[in-house]
């Protein structure tokens, strides 16, 4: 039995009659006849009942029909699911966001993937450094990072998405709380409370921060995430910098100021170099398309001297 045998039966069922039917599919008459006889050959039954006048199903035909009708359908689905999977429309994406990128990134991420990719289903896996992260997409447990390079090798596509100030994170009661303008200088004596990891690209900044302003943070105590980091500055054991976004999380006990003399630090979309993925190029052009990605200015091939090839 072969699909067009199908695709045949189905007409004539539909039509009664098999010059119409004939018609519909392009086919001459003759062949239109034969493949349904084969058809009823192979099944051993009679589907349709013929007279000179009129075309009519048979109880077997009427079956054979309804379940065709059935099959086929299920068919044409399998095809556009399979057609969506390869074009990156369909299936699940994991993605990890650094702890505080989630803040202000996740929304519009998810929105843009949920308006332009109803299809895609995301994984979210939140409050992570940027450490964790990398070993993630190199483990294949993430598909993409939201995350704050620099990251070590050059296995990873880097995708700038914005660039953002530190802030200054103090206990509500502390003395620098209502002063107008502040430096990263007048922290020199202040217990600072910063990431557990080593790797940290905030800390880093932190450390290069407090070094051009002409000294080393005290590190006094320190925290797996930033959740932990801002409860431990609302409990008064220090003060933090922190990236600007951490002003959408709201915690009692703690207040942000602007901060003069605080380094910048990015943050990118990133994920494997090696690894292509339908699903990851449609993500992209997505967040693109919405404007929360910028898209890669095209590259303008340099001028050579006339006479040189």
């Known amino acids: 039995m072969e699909l067009r045998h199908l695709y045949h ?3 004539v069922a539909e039509t009664r009659h098999f010059g119409q039917a004939a018609t519909r599919l392009h086919l001459a008459q003759p062949a239109l006849s034969q493949s349904v006889r084969q058809l009823e050959a192979e099944l051993g039954v009679t589907l349709l009942a013929r007279t000179t006048r009129q075309v009519s199903l048979t109880p077997a035909g009427e079956f054979f029909y309804r379940e065709t009708l ?9 095809a556009r699911g399979v057609r969506r999977i390869a074009d990156g429309r369909y299936g699940l994406v994991r993605i990890g966001f650094t702890g505080t ?5 996740l929304p519009p991420i998810a929105r843009a993937i949920k308006q332009r990719l109803p299809g895609i289903a995301l994984e ?12 993630g997409l190199r483990s294949e447990h993430l598909d993409v990072a939201v995350l704050r390079p620099p990251v070590a090798g050059d296995d990873l596509v880097l995708r700038k998405i914005t660039t953002e100030s ?21 922290l020199a004596y202040e217990d600072f409370v910063m990431y557990a990891d080593t790797h940290s690209v905030v800390n880093e900044a932190v450390v290069t921060s407090a070094r051009a302003a002409g000294f ?17 500055v609302a409990a008064g054991l220090g003060v933090a910098l922190v990236p600007e976004s951490v002003r959408a999380l709201q915690l009692n006990g703690v207040v942000f100021r602007d901060i003069a003399g605080a380094s910048t630090i990015d943050l990118a979309l990133a ?6 993925s339908a699903l990851v190029d449609a993500l992209v052009g997505a967040l693109e398309d919405a404007g929360v990605l910028p898209r890669l200015e095209p590259s303008v091939p340099s001028a050579q001297p006339k006479g040189i090839s």
């Open 9 to 11: 039966f189905v007409a």
């Open 70 to 78: 059935r099959n086929l359908d299920n068919l044409e689905q399998s």
């Open 101 to 105: 990128a989630a803040f202000d990134q």
């Open 124 to 135: 979210i896996h939140g409050d992570l450094l940027t450490p964790a992260q990398v070993d």
């Open 166 to 186: 530190l802030v200054l994170a103090l206990p509500v009661d502390h003395r620098f709380s209502t002063e107008p303008a502040l430096d990263v200088a007048d």
């Open 216 to 232: 080393s943070p005290r590190r006094e105590h320190e925290a797996p995430d930033t959740s932990v980091l801002l409860a431990l």
């Open 271 to 276: 994920w494997c170099r090696d690894r292509p």
